[in-house]
């Protein structure tokens, strides 16, 4: 197949996953709403300054990056393109090395971006703290990278042509390894988690009951530590399946508020989200894995071409995953938001209080610094969640439906 007709498969492949994995049930119909009326000029445009400035800053991010893997193509390091001997360990040496390049090609931004989030009170970090952090990131995407660099290698020294067909499972396989070990193993490298207790504890597993779901891991994670935002997420998967509570929501927000935020995250467990992301994840691999093969063929430098398998070829690979791996992330976030609504809707539904969610998207809007009312494009193309406007207008749709 030609190189545009694989990178079109791809992107159609990923849009009918989109289309067939949407929840098509369990999603309130927001009410328009004037955002005015629930925020202050002044808040929103503070978070349209704030939020503006963190998107140009992002973007400039990757940019750099990409600058970088396309100079990297172009005129690859010399002992890149002349290994011969062992090369998947050369190759394990190079996806390190390559890691490396591209967290420290970013980290002027990083710094800019940190003092932003200082001036605005959202992080707790010193520049001590931060550069500890940002040293213990790096570390760890290089040792994570390598062994992927050497799979990739010897998967592509195995069949030339053919690889991506087992790369692509491969993919699957190290998606669910993330998911099932992140947080027993990459987790606590960054946060330190106590079990939660006491009422709060006692609300869960009330609800979960109420769900019909089990939950027996509950976790608070010391995000203090970094910033003054409250959030809180499920992860894991089997045995490994928790859900996780920032300390700063346990203690900036009210009962009420933190039982919907907990009910929000039953929902994703009880309607198997996780599981949900990597079976979305295996329908689109193969396509997409086809599509970064060819065009990192399309990519590699010439004097690289012949020997498709090396670690010269490797930055090439890396620029074209990108180069996939974003549009199809903008068409994924498609499904992203609906699940993120139905997840409201099924936090309203099982606490029946709708002023309580409509407080509490007002309050984390204020604490998180959020844009309440996104661009349509940046929302459309960056948006894994619905706009606070949305959220608002669900809240006043169960309200008018009958909730308290």
């Keep these: ?148 660099a050497a799979i990739a290698i010897a998967v592509v020294r195995r069949a030339p042509r053919r690889w991506w067909i087992p790369g692509s499972g491969l993919i699957v396989v190290l998606g669910a390894l993330f998911v099932t070990a992140g947080p027993v193993v990459l987790d606590p490298l960054f946060n330190d988690f106590t079990p939660l207790r006491g009422q709060a504890r006692a609300d869960v597993l009330q609800l979960a009951r109420a769900a019909g779901v ?65 079976l979305y994840l295996l329908l689109v691999a193969p396509f997409g894995t086809l599509a970064v093969a060819r065009l990192g063929e399309a990519l590699a430098p010439r004097g690289a071409r012949g020997d498709a398998a090396g670690p010269g070829t490797l930055p090439a690979l890396v620029l074209a995953l990108a180069l996939v791996a974003l549009p199809m992330t903008w068409i994924s976030n498609q499904l992203s938001r609906r699940v993120e609504a139905r997840a409201d809707t099924f936090a309203l539904e099982l606490t029946r209080d709708p002023d309580a969610f409509i407080a509490f998207e007002r309050r984390i809007t204020l604490q998180n610094i959020s844009n309440p009312d996104p661009p349509r ?23 008018r439906a009958g909730g308290r």
């Design 1 to 148: 197949m030609r190189l545009a007709a694989v990178v079109v498969a791809a992107l159609l492949a990923a849009e009918g996953a989109v289309l067939l994995m949407s929840p098509r049930s369990g999603v309130l119909e927001p009410r328009p709403i004037d955002i005015t009326g629930y925020f202050s000029a002044a808040a929103i445009d503070r978070a349209r300054d704030y939020r503006d400035g963190v998107l140009w800053i992002a973007l400039a991010a990757l940019a750099l990056k990409a600058l970088l893997l396309i100079a990297l193509v172009a005129r690859p390091p010399e002992w890149l393109t002349r290994v011969r001997k062992r090369p998947i360990v050369a190759g394990a040496a190079a996806g390190a090395a390559l890691s490396l390049a591209l967290a420290l090609v970013t980290v002027p931004l990083d710094a800019v971006a940190h003092a932003r989030a200082v001036d605005v009170g959202l992080s707790t970090q010193d520049w001590g703290a931060w550069a500890a952090d940002l040293l213990r990131r790096t570390a760890v995407g290089a040792l994570m990278a390598a062994p992927v």
């Design 377 to 399: 494009l940046s929302q459309w193309l960056f948006g894994t969640h619905p706009t606070i406007r949305e959220r608002i207008g669900a809240g006043e749709a169960q309200k």
């Design 214 to 278: 089990e939950v027996d891991d509950v976790q608070v994670v010391d995000a203090s530590r970094r910033t003054t935002a409250a959030n809180a997420y499920v992860t894991g998967l089997g045995h490994t399946k928790r859900v996780v509570i920032y300390d700063t929501l346990l203690r900036r927000f009210t009962r009420a508020e933190r039982r919907l935020v907990i009910a929000h995250e039953l929902g994703h467990v009880r309607r198997h989200d996780v599981p949900r992301g990597l």
